[in-house]
């Protein structure tokens, strides 16, 4: 243990003397430890955890060797000694021997029910060989009845060398079957020939729809390739998900993410450029508030609805409140600006490297982007902007400037997701604007092979995943996942943040933007508590707060500080162990 742990271990001790006799909380956590009062009257912990090194997120106390919990709370937190008056004969003792403690994991950017439904479809993540590709769309075909729709995605084509897939791969075997396989980011789609027929997608089809492109051969012959919002084609024709699928897949997605240490997220649904803004109320209605009602619900979910639906969202809340249950909470409402880096749709100020005719597409315009967003925010709901060219993001920050000019000034952590690539400059007016940047460090994985070819060497060192410069300029960072775009693994995102090392590469990307150990669990735990509204309830392991907490394997902080590697041992919710 290292020299910080023992200092802090040592304060704690003395500040628990203090702070616990004081302590007072809502019900039913109202208790002053006091000598006038029977033993009887204290509230006894069901659980302490003892002998690790717990890491709080709390910056009061960072470091705690012990902690008290009742009633899915944090009771008390400190010092093994400083917790005995907690301690009664029916308390449970769980001896951590020296092992790591963190708060539950918070990832702020999941598609919850399309992750849970990806992990029932063709997986096409890490493909690398064109016949790999098309082996597994085969195989998924010859396993369904004629006329069923074969779906799936994860597919990067950067991973086999550039080459775009077109329907000519899959229609020899799959003449019977139409076929969509969305791309790794889910901003471009490939659909086989059947499914662009029933689409009505043709050599003769009309212009490409706003926002989105459908790509064609140089002698005007679909490829089968559908960018942003020319998905929308082919999507309406996919008959709709089941609710017992939709149920089903939520389920899948919470063994996981509990398997993973992630006791909440932050889920944006199934909206997406092209799709229908009414899918993120149906699964609100049909599989969240179910699995709430029903007791099933095993993470946190806070949820954000489409932009274009804010008056309902803001209904909503008036009725309700921001919390259905401890479970289930209303985040905000969410648009597009841009495509994105590998779909060459993400909005930028300069060309394409690659494409010197292409600038990227811009998914709304500002004027709507900004009327939308004033209404939503004058009715106190958080808007969040997802933005990754740099000129995306300059024209998000400029409607939140007008927003703020147009509503007054509160409190309204507006957040940008992704941030990925930013205009010089643009790091500053985060911090000033005190604007979250909810941002996925292993797209940096995917992108750090590309990004020079796309945009140049010296546009990519410049404005990439500005992890460090975003937080030196005093932003708040929250960390996430995209999950299904990218794998729900917030201690993978941790050493990527931390490493910046892609793979197949001997040296990190730009280590300048290497974030710390603190600085990387911090975003992944309070500050994205406090990018939704949650971190008086949520983030730290702090008294009052509820008890998500998760067990590392690693018993030592230091060589978890340099190497950032570690499994997770036991996820608990509420205090109790949810995985394994």
């Known amino acids: 243990m290292n020299l910080v742990v023992i200092l802090s271990a040592s304060i704690a001790l003395g500040l628990a003397v203090l702070y616990l006799p004081l302590l007072k909380l809502s019900p039913p956590f109202d208790f002053r430890l006091s000598s006038s009062k029977s033993a009887n009257q204290v509230p006894f912990a069901e659980l302490v955890l003892k002998n690790g090194v717990i890491f709080t997120s709390d910056s009061s106390l960072p470091f705690a060797d012990s902690m008290a919990v009742r009633n899915g709370r944090i009771l008390g937190v400190g010092n093994y000694s400083s917790l005995q008056g907690l301690i009664g004969n029916d308390t449970q003792e769980l001896n951590l021997q020296g092992k790591v403690v963190i708060p539950g994991f918070i990832d702020s950017h999941v598609h919850f029910i399309p992750g849970g439904l990806q992990m029932a479809r063709v997986e096409l993540r890490g493909v690398n060989q064109k016949a790999e590709f098309i082996n597994r769309v085969k195989e998924a075909v010859t396993k369904l009845p004629q006329g069923s729709w074969v779906l799936g995605g994860g597919w990067n084509n950067d991973l086999w060398g ?13 003449s019977e079957n139409p076929v969509w396989l969305t791309r790794m980011d889910g901003h ?8 662009l027929k029933l689409a009505g997608i043709s050599s003769d089809s ?3 729809p706003i926002g989105g492109t459908v790509m064609k051969t140089a002698l005007g012959e679909p490829t089968g390739l559908l960018i942003d919002a020319a998905m929308k084609l082919v ?3 996919i008959p709709e998900v089941s609710v017992t699928e939709r149920r089903e897949a939520l389920l899948r997605a919470t063994g996981l993410a509990l398997r993973r240490g992630v006791t909440t997220v932050v889920d944006f649904g199934r909206y997406f450029p092209g799709g229908s803004p009414e899918d993120p109320w149906e699964d609100f209605a049909d599989v969240y508030q179910w699995a709430d009602y029903s007791g099933k619900l095993r993470t946190r979910m806070c949820l ?3 932009l274009e639906t804010w008056s309902r969202v803001a209904d909503f809340v008036k009725k309700s409140g921001r919390a259905l249950s401890d479970w289930v909470y209303l985040g905000g409402v969410k648009a597009f600006a841009d495509g994105s880096l590998g779909s060459n749709s993400a909005l930028f100020h300069e060309p394409y490297f690659d494409e010197p005719q292409n600038y990227g597409l811009q998914l709304i315009d500002m004027e709507s982007l ?6 939503a925010d004058k009715l106190g709901l958080q808007v969040a ?9 300059d024209m998000v920050l400029e409607v939140y400037d007008s927003v703020v000019s147009a509503n007054g000034k509160r409190d309204r952590r507006f957040r940008i997701e992704h941030a990925q690539h930013l205009a010089p400059g643009t790091v500053d007016l985060f911090g000033e604007r005190q604007v979250f940047a909810s941002v996925q460090p292993d797209h940096l994985l995917d992108d750090a092979g590309t990004a020079a070819k796309k945009l140049g060497t010296e546009r990519a060192m410049r404005g990439s995943y500005l992890f460090h410069s975003l937080l030196a300029s005093n932003a708040q960072l929250a960390l996430g996942s995209d999950w299904p775009v990218a794998n729900i693994n917030p201690l993978g995102s941790i050493r990527t943040a931390m490493k910046r090392v892609p793979p197949d590469w001997g040296s990190a990307w730009n280590p300048a933007e290497c974030l710390s150990l603190t600085d990387s669990l911090i975003a992944h735990t ?6 939704c509204f949650l971190e008086d309830k949520l983030g730290s392991l702090s008294p009052g707060k509820l008890a998500d907490f998760v067990i590392l394997s690693i018993d030592s902080w230091d060589d978890f500080a340099a190497e950032g590697s570690a499994s997770v041992e036991a996820t608990y919710i509420a205090g109790v162990k949810a995985y394994p």
Do not use: Y
């Not at 900004?370 to 209404?375: L, P, R, V, Y």
């Open 162 to 174: 550039g080459e775009l897939p077109m329907a000519s791969w899959m229609d020899d075997f799959s």
């Open 188 to 195: 471009m789609g490939l659909a086989n020939s059947l499914a």
């Open 206 to 208: 009309s212009e490409d």
């Open 235 to 237: 999507v309406t024709s």
């Open 304 to 306: 954000f609805f489409p």
């Open 370 to 375: 900004f009327d939308m967003t004033a209404a």
């Open 385 to 393: 902007v997802h933005a990754i060219g740099d000129k995306a993001n």
């Open 526 to 531: 309070i500050s994205a508590a406090r990018a």
